[in-house]
């Protein structure tokens, strides 16, 4: 059974969900509120079949994204941005900090580890937004929000390209999902942009 959150802890991730919409509603990058909303979704379905404390695995993906280094100039501010808000709720040091550590191993260029079940959960929630149908959306938005070309047949230009995303990174995720649950969606939403990137070289190489 999955620790549910209690009647503080609802109002507590009620009051996160506004500050989230706040500040992320006019974000262009794709990292807007909807991708956060979505991965609370994701977290929430994952959670139907993992122990985990519910809690900690909703209020960290509700923070995940706040104070990342690509929405700050390349500047990693989230343990003083997510510290500053949950002090702002009263909420207890020893929850902050799982909170942090939760956020923490999360990233996929941080390259770390997750090294609980709850970080494992919020991780695989972030990833299956990243692929699919609207991983290929927010990847096109993030390629456009850096000014990347779309694709390039030339061998050096190619490196720096939308498209080129897709093999540095959203086609390793599914092999990198921690949980059963999230495994099983990813292989759908991986055979997708599979079929999407074909369609794509056979569209471009008329
Ligand atoms: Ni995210």
Redesign the pocket.
């Known amino acids: 059974m999955t620790q549910q959150p209690s009647y503080i802890e609802k109002d507590i991730l009620i009051k996160t969900q506004e500050y989230i919409k706040k500040t992320f509603l006019q974000e262009g990058t794709g ?1 807007d509120y909807y ?2 909303d979505r ?1 609370v979704i994701n977290a929430k379905k994952i959670l139907e079949t993992e122990e985990a404390d519910e809690f900690l695995v909703e209020l960290a993906a509700w923070l ?2 706040v104070g990342d280094y690509k929405l700050h100039d390349g500047v990693d501010k989230s343990e003083e941005l997510i510290t500053q808000f949950l002090k702002s709720l009263a909420i207890d040091s020893s929850v902050i900090n799982r909170i942090i550590e939760i956020v923490s191993q999360v990233s996929f260029s941080k390259g770390k580890i997750p090294l609980s079940i709850e970080a494992e959960i919020v991780q695989d929630a ?1 990833r299956l ?1 990243a692929i699919g149908a609207i991983g290929i959306a927010r990847c096109f938005a993030y390629g456009g929000s850096k000014n990347r070309i779309l694709y390039s047949p030339d061998p050096v230009e190619k490196e720096n390209t939308t498209v080129q995303h897709f093999y540095d990174k959203l086609f390793k995720l599914k092999d990198l999902m921690n949980t059963e649950t999230a495994k099983k969606i990813a292989q759908d939403r991986h055979s997708f942009m599979e079929e999407y990137i074909a369609q794509f070289y056979n569209e471009v190489q008329l």
Do not use: F, G, K
């Open positions: 990292h991708h956060i991965v995940h994204d972030d937004d």
